[in-house]
């Protein structure tokens, strides 16, 4: 299959075009099976403003484009582009919450475009350190329906205090939830027990937490990494790559348990292996890609061997 073909056949599968605010509204209420009387009162508005809303008859207010982002956990961005009297067509998955203005920029960027601009920063990345921050990253955690994903806030909220360097959230240009990357310091021998599957990545908790500059083989064992669009990923992977290239580590593990589809040829690039994946799990839980666990290290790629 070539490289366009590929890029069609996941806008076809997994990413809708949307024209209007009244387009996504409906299918937003489709997907999570909910009344427009039960939108309404969300909202706290009449009926009516949410039947005129889908017919685009009547655009939203700044203040419901607002509860419209909290509400459904669309990206505002995608929202503001559509609630317009000219709106600007929009590619969105709902499923990974990603959105791209073209149907060619929906495939994750090219590992060594971000290696050649990896010095490029944003004022827009910073350190998780809020509880909206934590309820953001478990209301993300939670839409991708995978049953092995840890949602233990405390150890989210600990993890992101003891290593601040990993755990980051990146907003957009009007400041809201945009993405995040988590990740926890643990043990070898915890490790271990996630890849032989004697230990689950739910059962993880803050006791298995370390400081990984004490370990002989630190594990940077990676809850999420995410970003709602092409542009803040690049930014988000950047951070996380700097952090290895610039950490002095002898040797270290990488390691991702993850049920996306649009993960595998990024990991390859990088040079991370898939240790195992579970197609039982996809099938139980519906999910768009097997669960599988990725491991291996930054090295290769950036020029540390």
């Not at 009926?47 to 685009?56: A, G, L, M, P, V």
């Not at 790559?241 to 002095?248: A, C, H, N």
Request: aromatic share 12%; glycine share 2%.
């Amino acid at each position: 299959m070539s490289f366009f073909l590929k890029i069609v056949t996941l806008v076809d599968i997994y990413m809708k075009k949307f024209t209007s605010i009244g387009d996504l509204l409906k299918n937003y209420r489709n997907r999570e099976d909910i009344s427009q009387s039960d939108l309404a009162s969300e909202f706290d508005v009449d009926i009516r403003s949410i039947i005129r809303w889908e017919k685009n008859e009547t655009l939203l207010n700044n203040i419901k484009e607002e509860e419209m982002a909290a509400i459904t956990f669309i990206p505002y961005q995608v929202i503001r582009n559509l609630n317009t009297t000219s709106p600007i067509p929009i590619f969105y998955d709902f499923d990974i919450r990603k959105y791209s203005l073209s149907s060619l920029s929906t495939e994750l960027p090219d590992a060594d475009w971000i290696r050649s601009r990896i010095d490029v920063d944003t004022s827009r990345l910073r350190n998780i350190n809020t509880a909206e921050d934590i309820e953001n990253i478990l209301r993300f955690t939670n839409l991708q329906n995978n049953p092995l994903k840890n949602t233990n806030k405390k150890l989210i909220f600990d993890t992101a205090k003891k290593f601040p360097e990993l755990n980051l959230i990146i907003l957009d240009q009007s400041g809201h939830y945009s993405g995040h990357c988590v990740y926890f310091s643990i043990s070898l021998n915890t490790y271990q027990q996630i890849k032989n599957k004697t230990l689950i990545e739910t059962e993880l908790d803050t006791h298995h937490l370390v400081d990984y500059r004490t370990q002989e083989t630190p594990v940077f064992y990676c809850h999420s990494i995410t970003a709602d669009c092409n542009e803040n990923f690049f930014f988000m992977i950047g951070e996380v790559l700097k952090f290895y290239r610039d950490t002095p580590l002898k040797d270290y593990i990488y390691a991702l348990l993850t049920s996306r589809y649009d993960s595998h040829h990024m990991s390859e690039q990088l040079g991370i292996k898939t240790v195992w994946e579970d197609e039982g799990l996809k099938k139980e839980h519906h999910l768009l890609s097997a669960p599988r666990l990725v491991e291996g290290n930054f090295k290769a790629f950036l020029g540390k061997n």
